[in-house]
């Protein structure tokens, strides 16, 4: 059974009510009236969610507290996002704007891969392209081997999250597999270079 995700203030006013070591009474306060004197939080709660909120031992968990800079995920459109602006209608479910103007209702906080992805990809898209879409003369560095080498030609990209290439460095020339989320950096890419002309 999920869990049913309280505000902090319906958490807050939640252990308040439990506290008092009411019975089956709460039940039908909750159906029949309105929660008031500090509980009116409760009041947005279904039956359902109220009841396994305060009968089940760990039935519910506290909503995090999101702020501006957040990097969160719209579950309505699946995307990674930072917030940038959060407003809280009377009466009404947070507003979260996400960046590109994005006004979504249901966030979760981003994981650190996911923001490491979305970092990844805005950093390629920056220069034009997808996510590891790599061209003759671009320069990568190999943080293992500690080396700078210049791609020759890319020679296929299969399955998608891995291309083979073929690299120079200095008079030696040698084939390798470029697998994302890899070692690999980018140092440079082709059109930004000032010392070769690209046609690519």
Not at 42 to 49: A, G, I, S, Y
Not at 102 to 124: C, D, G, M, Q, W
Request: glycine fraction near 4%.
């Amino acid at each position: 059974m999920n869990k049913v995700i309280l505000t902090k203030e319906q958490a807050k006013a939640m252990e308040e009510l439990k506290s008092e070591h009411l019975t089956g009474e709460v039940v039908k306060t909750h159906l029949n009236d309105r929660w008031s004197l500090g509980l009116e939080s409760l009041n947005d709660l279904t039956v359902d969610e109220f009841a396994q909120a305060y009968y089940s031992e760990d039935g519910y968990e506290v909503e995090p507290e999101y702020k501006v800079g957040d990097w969160v995920v719209s579950v309505e459109f699946d995307v990674v996002k930072r917030i940038e602006k959060i407003e809280k209608p009377e009466g009404q479910l947070p507003i979260y704007r996400l960046e590109d103007k994005f006004n979504v209702y249901t966030i979760r906080l981003a994981t650190p891969s996911e923001i490491a992805k979305e970092k990844e990809r805005r950093f390629f898209a920056g220069h034009g392209r997808e996510p590891w879409e790599l061209k003759n003369n671009d320069i990568l560095n190999d943080r293992r081997e500690n080396c700078t080498v210049t791609i020759a030609k890319v020679i296929d990209k299969f399955p998608a999250e891995e291309m083979t290439v073929l690299f120079t460095n200095g008079d030696w020339e040698f084939y390798n597999n470029i697998v994302e989320d890899s070692d690999w950096r980018v140092a440079c890419f082709a059109d930004k270079r000032l010392d070769v002309k690209t046609n690519d």
